[in-house]
């Protein structure tokens, strides 16, 4: 079993619905959570970052986590053409500045038609 | 925005060829990764520095190598390229103490062997 479960998607949305992307872990010690966001052919851009358990709001991006759960979500309102991307989510425990413990999830492919 | 370039962005090569993948940053980061991502797929982490004349694999074994002269630049090299590694790859890179391990990444490189 992967550490971290992400719904592959396609996920189809009509323009201005609202999109909720989840992820799912089960390593208890993760205490910093991210959502990346990448366009096709293009490399991950971080789009926000959460530590430890709530919601963190930008803009019409909002990153939730459930910590008793191991459950984050990243809600995004009013959805655009322009939010279509695979949206990865990546996880870690230490704050030790290095990506070599950070764990990503396999993405999920978002399409808002216009 | 981050300030992480890769080049080439697309090559084609056939069997046998010697590649590099050159990577350089601005951001003064000392920390420096490849990944590799086939379309759809998990990124998987193959290389990973934390500075200068520090190198190590990563998670997923692969035959390239890589080199850290410079702190800025991070080169990728396959001595002898083969259709299994037609794929897409992508150097990043974070700050020594970064809360959360956030990483910024490149735009990546996307390799096809012949």
């Known amino acids: 079993q992967k550490e971290v479960e992400q719904d592959p998607g396609p996920l189809s949305v009509p323009e201005g619905a609202i999109v909720s992307l989840n992820c799912t872990y089960s390593?208890?010690?993760?205490?910093?959570f991210m959502w990346y966001r990448q366009y096709s052919r293009k490399g991950p851009e971080l789009l926000m970052y959460?530590?430890?358990?709530g919601n963190k709001e930008d803009g019409r991006f909002t990153a939730q986590v459930d910590k008793s759960s191991k459950y984050i979500s990243l809600f995004i309102r009013d959805s655009q053409p322009s939010d279509s991307a695979t949206y990865l989510c990546?996880?870690?425990?230490?704050?030790?500045?290095?990506?070599?413990?950070?764990?990503f999830g396999s993405g999920t492919q978002l399409t808002v038609l216009p | 925005e981050a300030d992480i370039y890769q080049t080439p962005r697309y090559l084609v090569i056939g069997t046998g060829k010697k590649i590099t993948l050159e990577c350089s940053q601005t951001?003064?980061?000392?920390?420096m990764y490849w990944y590799q991502q086939d379309p759809g797929m998990e990124l998987h982490l193959i290389h990973y520095?934390?500075?200068?004349?520090?190198?190590e694999k990563g998670d997923l074994s692969s035959e390239s190598t890589v080199s850290r002269i410079r702190t800025e630049h991070f080169p990728l090299t396959l001595e002898s390229a083969r259709p299994s590694h037609t794929s897409q790859y992508l150097c990043?890179?974070?700050?020594?103490?970064?809360?959360?391990?956030?990483?910024?990444f490149g735009e990546g490189s996307w390799l096809t062997v012949v």
């Open positions: 390593n208890s010690a993760f205490q910093y």
């Open positions: 990043a890179s974070s700050k020594s103490v970064q809360a959360g391990n956030t990483i910024y």
């Open positions: 990546a996880m870690s425990a230490g704050s030790s500045g290095s990506a070599r413990q950070l764990t």
């Open positions: 951001m003064g980061h000392d920390k």
């Open positions: 959460t530590y430890s358990s």
């Open positions: 520095s934390y500075g200068v004349n520090s190198t």
